[in-house]
T-cell receptor
Framework: RKEVEQDPGPFNVPEGATVAFNCTYS??????FFWYRQDCRKEPKLLMS???SGNEDGRFTAQLNRASQYISLLIRDSKLSDSATYLC??????????????FGKGTHLIIQP | NAGVTQTPKFRVLKTGQSMTLLCAQD?????MYWYRQDPGMGLRLIHYSVGEGTTAKGEVPDGYNVSRLKKQNFLLGLESAAPSQTSVYFC????????????FGSGTRLTVV
């Protein structure tokens, strides 16, 4: 089983709709979680952190389910500009270095007019 | 604030040639990383550094060397380029410790012919 798995999509969603996708992780020692957004041919950019209590930022809501070992990203009232690839990042605790950090391969989202 | 700056942005190499990719950050971050991103493979960690004068191997270190002589700079070297090293290379930095997101540079598109 891969450490971090995401449905690659693409998710084709009409503008204004609500869309959600998940990211599952295999290591129960994972401590920190993030969602990144990557536009075509651009660098990944931090979208939001995922806290145990959930995290909301405008139209975006991120949640963590430790029991089932997944994180989710919900986008409400989707905009054309939300079209991008969304990467989840999972960090396993224990060290200060980067060896415990894993990127998912991303979920491709297309918002259609 | 420049953030993370990568040079060059594009490069074409012939097989066997060498080159150095430069990453510079002005945020006083302790940690720096080099990733490569290939279609269908996601982001893969090449090497990383947890402080000036330190480096460590990531997931795919073969064929690459790195140096971090100054805290703000992280260099990635290809001693003898191979077509398999054709990729987009991203540098990133982060503050020390878990729970912090990464700031990425805009990437270097390298083609080895």
């Amino acid at each position: 089983r891969k450490e971090v798995e995401q449905d690659p999509g693409p998710f084709n969603v009409p503008e204004g709709a609500t869309v959600a996708f998940n990211c599952t992780y295999s290591n129960s020692a994972s401590q920190s979680f993030f969602w990144y957004r990557q536009d075509c041919r651009k660098e990944p950019k931090l979208l939001m952190s995922v806290y145990s209590s959930g995290n909301e930022d405008g139209r975006f809501t991120a949640q963590l389910n430790r029991a089932s070992q997944y994180i989710s990203l919900l986008i409400r009232d989707s905009k054309l500009s939300d079209s991008a690839t969304y990467l989840c990042v999972v960090i396993v605790g224990g060290g200060g270095g980067a060896d415990g950090l894993t990127f998912g391969k991303g979920t491709h989202l297309i918002i259609q007019p | 604030n420049a953030g993370v700056t990568q040079t060059p942005k594009f490069r074409v190499l012939k097989t066997g040639q060498s080159m150095t990719l430069l990453c510079a950050q002005d945020m006083n971050h302790e940690y720096m990383y080099w990733y490569r991103q290939d279609p269908g493979m996601g982001l893969r960690l090449i090497h990383y550094s947890v402080g000036e004068g330190t480096t460590a191997k990531g997931e795919v270190p073969d064929g690459y060397n790195v140096s971090r002589l100054k805290k703000q700079n992280f260099l990635l070297g290809l001693e003898s380029a191979a077509p398999s090293q054709t990729s987009v290379y991203f540098c990133a930095s982060s503050p020390k410790g878990l729970g912090y997101g990464y700031t990425f540079g805009s990437g270097t598109r390298l083609t080895v012919v």
